[in-house]
């Protein structure tokens, strides 16, 4: 709704300089607000807290959402969510400089999830494989480390599975993203394009738009990553990507289509990753490697999940992958369920299987 100084505004000038006013109050308040974050920091350092906070987050959100609802304001959510995340990564930083390492090259998704959620600001260590991720966590190079998990179209990422189960890092926080494609090229028309690159599912996740647009017979190389499609066709300017928004923009290449997918829901699950323990936020989600004794045995898996359903804990999500002890073919477990570590009901269970359990963390439930 338009205040009534608003509607006075009557000349493009008058227009400008009230917003300038308004900047001038919005970077004093900002300023303010990060004394407040430097004070918050100073607290956090003598008492060992994490500086990474998603239940906080995810609160202030909310409640501006609500806010802003009942002002009926001009903002939606994912605005209000694109500008406070960069608020927070800021401020973060200037608690403690973040260093994040991610399944890289450079504009990649996961390079996009990371940077939705740390910012423009943050240090970032893009990392040949997921297992790098682990280990730049590991050896304390990465304070924070970004993995694909699952995907909505290929299912569960396994790599990251197996290393959960054997790394001491603990899953902090998740977010679904989706997957959009970009048809990049510095081609001035379509008819001068002559080879396509992009990752080789990317030209069968685009088949339709490709046919389409009489593209489906031009040339289609496949390379290792979509950030690699975007560096080739930077470099050629008879060619176009199949990539990420963000490779686009990174690598100079001017976008002529966007959400080029067939399947137009994909999306993909991320984990970050840390060394530390959230605090319960009443909204969250816990994952755990059960290796359950005795797996071939008859009703084994059943009576572990019947304890679950006694404790009243409601499971998202189960996952057997081969068990890495050499004993055979057996399997181990990976289960996701509604709840955090330190809820009682949760405790009832998981006491029980003290040794055939692993944590792997709890963490705020995130957005589809």
Request: hydrophobic residues 40%; aromatic residues 8%; contains cysteine.
């Amino acid at each position: 709704m338009k205040s009534e100084a608003i509607q006075a505004l009557d000349t493009l000038e008058a227009c400008r300089d009230a917003i300038d006013a308004i900047d001038t109050q919005l970077l004093a308040l900002i300023n303010e607000r990060m004394a407040v974050v430097e004070r918050v920091g100073e607290i956090k350092n003598e008492s060992g807290a994490p500086i990474y906070r998603p239940e906080r987050e995810r609160a202030i959100l909310k409640r501006l959402e609500t806010l802003n609802t009942e002002q009926k304001g001009l903002l939606n959510a994912g605005a209000i969510e694109a500008i406070f995340l960069e608020i927070f990564a800021v401020a973060r930083n200037l608690e403690l400089p973040e260093r994040i390492a991610y399944l890289g090259p450079e504009g990649t998704f996961t390079h996009q999830a990371a940077e939705s959620r740390f910012g423009a600001m943050s240090e970032y260590l893009p990392m040949g494989t997921i297992s790098g991720v682990f280990k730049a966590l590991e050896s304390g190079r990465a304070k924070f480390g970004v993995v694909p998990i699952e995907s909505r179209r290929d299912g569960v990422v396994g790599e990251t599975l197996d290393l959960l189960a054997a790394s001491p890092v603990k899953i902090v926080a998740e977010l679904y993203m989706p997957i959009h494609m970009t048809f990049a090229t510095k081609a001035p028309h379509l008819d001068g394009i002559k080879r396509i690159y992009s990752k080789d599912k990317g030209f069968g996740q685009c088949r339709a738009f490709l046919e389409e647009h009489g593209l489906h017979n031009v040339e289609q190389i496949p390379v290792d990553s979509t950030a690699k499609a975007a560096i080739l066709a930077a470099k050629d300017p008879e060619a176009a990507a199949i990539c990420s928004h963000i490779a686009a923009k990174l690598y100079g290449v001017p976008m002529l289509f966007e959400n080029i997918e067939d399947v137009t829901d994909n999306a993909t699950r991320f984990f970050i990753l840390s060394d530390f323990k959230n605090v319960p936020s009443g909204h969250d989600k816990t994952s755990i490697l059960a290796k359950l004794k005795k797996t071939t045995q008859a009703g084994v898996l059943v009576h572990f999940l019947h304890d679950f359903d006694k404790a009243k804990i409601n499971l998202s999500k189960i996952e057997s992958r081969p068990a890495k002890n050499g004993a055979g073919f057996g399997y181990w477990f990976f289960i996701d369920f509604y709840g955090h570590i330190d809820d009682k009901n949760v405790q009832r269970v998981l006491k029980k299987y003290t040794e055939e359990v692993t944590w792997l963390g709890s963490y705020v439930e995130g957005e589809q």
